[in-house]
């Protein structure tokens, strides 16, 4: 894949992006030569041509990209993971979380599926919006597990958040809160904890 000033990726690596300042594997010094502040908050649209991904971390599939601002103190994502846009700033800060109040009947703004692992808190990253991706499921999947099946936001307590996960009954309180947060659907046979390969759909406009 290219690399421009608008999307450089110092380890050239989708899924392996942990940088303390946009752009830059070590913060400048001072932070006013960073040259490439123009590129927080962009989405890329990359075919699998264009990409390249570290395999012993996992695939990545084509689809649209968007470098992101992980909250300083926010808990540290997993692979596959929902995150949410902060939404106590400026949206052109371009900042995510993995927090979720699940207490409310709308889910918080969907962000994106996140690719790193161990993404340092107060970094940033890129996460994919639209696409191909692998998603990581609840520990029990509530619903039946099938390759097609609709897949959303868990809504099961704080050990899952961001989490996916299967409902049959949409008629359920549970089944209507999973319905809008609705992401995509199963392309592969979910499990159990797992990371599954969904068709993300987010209406995900920022920027």
Do not use: C
């Not at 960073?34 to 590129?39: D, I, R």
């Not at 041509?49 to 968007?66: A, D």
């Not at 994502?77 to 709308?106: H, K, N």
């Amino acid at each position: 894949m290219s690399v421009t000033q608008i999307h450089r990726i110092p380890s050239g690596f989708l899924n392996d992006v942990n940088n303390p300042a946009i752009g830059e594997p070590t913060a400048p010094s001072p932070v006013s030569l960073n040259s490439f502040a123009g590129q927080l908050g962009k989405e890329i649209v990359l075919d699998a041509s264009q990409i390249r991904y570290k395999s012993s971390v996992g695939t990545i599939f084509g689809g649209t990209f968007r470098y992101v601002r992980l909250k300083a103190n926010s808990a540290v994502p997993v692979i596959g993971q929902m995150v949410f846009w902060d939404d106590t700033v400026a949206e052109d800060l371009y900042q995510v979380t993995a927090l979720e109040s699940i207490t409310t009947v709308v889910a918080a703004s969907m962000a994106g599926i996140i690719l790193t692992p161990s993404i340092t808190a107060g970094n940033l990253t890129i996460i994919q919006t639209s696409g191909l991706v692998k998603a990581k499921f609840v520990g029990t999947i509530t619903g039946t597990k099938a390759i097609g099946r609709p897949v959303s936001i868990s809504v099961a307590g704080t050990s899952s958040i961001g989490l996916m996960d299967i409902v049959d009954d949409l008629t359920t309180t549970a089944g209507e809160l999973l319905l809008s947060r609705f992401v995509g659907r199963a392309v592969e046979l979910p499990t159990d904890g797992g990371l599954t390969t969904i068709d993300l759909q987010l209406q995900n406009p920022r920027g």
